[in-house]
């Protein structure tokens, strides 16, 4: 009985990790091209955190990030290299959170925390901190749990080897 519990159990887990993937990719996708598809405004997004410094690395970062992002949210979607793609998802997303946390303490003075909105650079336009701030920790989650072995179903390759 308690061997078909974790049976049953593993399936849940494992079929509700597929939309999982998916909207990892999706959100990866979607953040991506509204960066690609408006070079200039990413550029100055990238610069307000003063992280880069020279020009041409400042520049090839505006330019390939966008599409990097892409490119592995859709090996999420398409379940090729799931665990190497979300591996690098969560290895962009914790110094992109912590971009955006030191950015809205350097903001934060008379404004409430969490009442602080600025253009973080995600593509999504102005956004309140705490909101972005629990977006991103989801979204780590969900990578980590990508990563350690879970969302199987509906892969045209899980791992690369």
């Not at 998916?22 to 598809?37: N, R």
């Not at 070079?39 to 966008?66: C, M, W």
């Not at 892409?70 to 379940?79: D, Q, S």
């Amino acid at each position: 009985m308690k061997a078909d519990r974790s049976t049953k159990s593993g399936r849940i887990a494992e079929l509700a990790e597929v939309p999982a993937r998916w909207l990892l990719g999706l959100v990866f996708i979607w953040m991506g091209l509204s960066k690609a598809l408006q070079p200039v405004e990413f550029l100055k997004s990238v610069r307000q955190y003063d992280v880069v410094h020279g020009t041409l690395l400042l520049n090839s970062i505006a330019a390939a990030l966008p599409w990097f992002e892409i490119i592995c949210g859709g090996l999420m979607v398409a379940g090729i290299a799931v665990r190497g793609s979300a591996l690098v998802l969560a290895g962009l997303l914790v110094p992109f959170t912590w971009m955006v946390l030191h950015r809205a303490l350097a903001l934060h003075s008379n404004v409430p925390f969490c009442a602080i909105q600025f253009d973080c650079g995600c593509g999504s336009g102005e956004v309140f901190v705490c909101r972005k701030l629990l977006e991103n920790a989801i979204l780590i989650l969900v990578s980590i749990g990508l990563v350690c072995g879970r969302g199987r179903k509906c892969c045209v390759r899980y791992e690369l080897v």
